[in-house]
C-alpha cells in the first residue's frame, strides 16, 4: 500500500470514489475515509483540497460536505433541467448557424444537447459528439449521420472523455462546434475537469467556426481549469438574463456576443 512517502498509482480512482461518495451522502468523515481506502487522514486532508479546489465539496471540521453546484453536475437529468428555458432559447437562437450538409460538432453539455433537439430538421447533417445523450438522442434519425467520439466513459458525465477521446476528435474536421463550460470568470471559460477540456480542446481545434453556448448562470459559478478566454470563439450566445454591464464589458474585451431575445 503506498502511503505519504510515494505517489499512490490508484490516486485519481480513489479520489472519483471520494468524489461520488460526497456527492451520495452530502457528508464524509476523513477518519472513515482513510480507513476505507487504506490511507492516512493526510492524504486523506490532501485528496480533499484537491477535490474543493475543483468546486466538488466543502472541507469541515472532520470531513467534508457536498457543494450546490457540484450537486447540479452529478446526473444529466439535474444538469438539463438547471437553466432549461435558458438553453431552449439559446439553443434556438444558435441553429441558425446550421446549414444542410454542414458536419457539426457538440460537446458533452447540455446546452448542446439542447442544440441536438433541434437539428433533425435540419438535415442532412453529420454529427460529431462524444455525449451519450446526443448519440441516444439522434440514433437512428433520417437525414443524420452520427459520429461518436469513444475512449474512457465518465458516468457523471455520461460522456466519453481523456486522452483518447480527444485523440479521435482530432482526426475529425467540424464546419460548426456547439460547446458550453462549467463557468465564466473574468472573461475565461473555466471547468471543473481536466479530461473534459481536453476534448473540448480538441473540438475547438478541429472546428470552423466555434460556438460558445451560455446562460446567465455560468457567471455566476467558480471552477479551477482553464479552458479558453471568451475572445477565442467566433459566436458567444448568451440569454436575455445577462446583467447589461456585463454584457458591455465582455463586447469591450472583443467578445463577439449574440443575445438569444427569440
Request: charged share 25%; aromatic share 4%.
Amino acid at each position: 500500500m503506498a502511503e505519504d512517502g510515494g505517489m499512490p498509482v490508484n490516486q485519481q480512482e480513489r479520489r472519483e470514489q471520494i468524489r461520488q461518495e460526497v456527492l451520495a451522502s452530502g457528508f464524509v468523515r476523513i477518519e472513515g475515509l482513510a480507513a476505507k481506502h487504506g490511507v492516512s487522514g493526510m492524504t486523506i486532508h490532501r485528496d480533499l483540497d484537491v477535490l474543493e479546489q475543483q468546486g466538488w465539496l466543502r472541507k469541515v471540521r472532520g470531513g467534508a460536505t457536498s457543494t450546490p453546484t457540484a450537486l447540479l453536475e452529478t446526473s444529466v437529468r439535474a444538469r438539463i433541467a438547471d437553466a432549461a428555458d435558458e438553453k431552449a432559447r439559446i439553443a434556438k437562437h444558435a441553429v441558425r448557424l446550421v446549414s444542410p450538409g454542414q458536419v457539426v460538432a457538440l460537446d458533452d453539455s447540455t446546452s448542446a444537447l439542447a442544440v441536438a433537439e433541434r437539428l433533425a430538421p435540419l438535415g442532412p447533417l453529420t454529427v460529431v459528439t462524444n455525449f451519450l445523450s446526443v448519440i441516444n438522442l439522434l440514433s437512428g434519425e433520417p437525414g443524420l449521420h452520427l459520429i461518436g467520439l469513444g475512449g474512457d466513459y465518465q458516468p457523471p458525465y455520461d460522456a466519453f472523455l481523456g486522452l483518447h477521446t480527444a485523440s479521435m476528435a482530432r482526426t475529425m474536421r467540424s464546419d460548426v462546434l456547439f460547446m458550453s463550460t462549467t463557468a465564466v470568470v473574468e472573461g475565461h471559460c473555466l471547468h471543473r475537469s481536466q479530461e473534459t477540456i481536453q476534448v473540448k480542446r480538441a473540438l475547438m481545434e478541429t472546428t470552423g467556426k466555434r460556438v460558445l453556448l451560455l446562460d446567465h448562470s455560468k457567471f455566476d459559478r467558480r471552477a479551477v481549469h482553464e479552458l479558453a478566454p471568451l475572445t477565442e470563439f467566433d459566436v458567444v450566445v448568451v440569454d436575455p438574463g445577462t446583467p447589461k454591464p456585463l454584457l458591455d464589458e465582455l463586447r469591450s474585451a472583443g467578445v463577439a456576443l449574440e443575445v438569444a431575445e427569440g
